[in-house]
């Protein structure tokens, strides 16, 4: 029963330096998503994939890439982290299209913390 | 996706049931209301969702007004651990009756429970 795993849970970057946040799902589910959530804030959408091999732009998407080459896992990539940046990043994951309507609820994992200096 | 209004917290004691509203005046009819909670630290939890009708599941009720610009979720015995964010999101689906689950998360309620 693990659901939605993100790793690494917590990393402290340099501004400039790359790093790849990792998502794994094992619900079989087509969509998944990385959020971010800056303090006192709600979460926002970065990036978005509705299947293997796609990916879309959210809400907040500069300054990030995504990859999506296979289905159970999403990768946020930072290629030059900035302190703006340093934020709280969350996966999530859903059945998406081709299920009833109300049953696509979406999944999150746990977090991971992200500290840009 | 229509915008929602929720109180910025709320209090609630241990054992009673906790009433928490939101107001999403500009809601159309392919929009459905969702609430999600987040505890500290955790990562965001579905609770429930609706389109016109009330809902009861295990966790809580969602009663949607007939005019459906507001509902309230309930959660009927309030414990300590239910001390969280809670977010009421609209989601629209599409014609196809598929969504892409862009969720748009506000600034939620803060719910605290005290014994």
Known sequence: NAGVTQTPKFRVLKTGQSMTLLCAQDMNHEYMYWYRQDPGMGLRLIHYSVGEGTTAKGEVPDGYNVSRLKKQNFLLGLESAAPSQTSVYFCASSHGQGRLIGVNTIYFGEGSWLTVV | ?115
């Open chain 2, 1 to 115: 996706d229509a915008k929602t209004t929720q109180p910025t917290s709320m209090d609630c004691a241990e054992g009673r049931a906790a009433n928490l509203p939101c107001n999403h005046s500009t809601i159309s009819g392919n929009e459905y209301v969702y609430w999600y909670r987040q505890i500290h630290s955790q990562g965001p939890q579905y609770i429930i969702h609706g389109l016109k009708n009330n809902e009861t599941n295990e966790m809580a009720s969602l009663i949607i007004t007939e005019d459906r610009k507001s509902s309230t979720l309930i959660l009927p015995h309030a414990t300590l651990r239910d001390t969280a964010v809670y977010y009421c999101i609209v989601l629209r689906y599409n014609a196809g009756g598929t969504s892409y689950g862009k969720l748009t998360f506000g600034q939620g309620t803060i719910l605290t429970v005290h014994p």
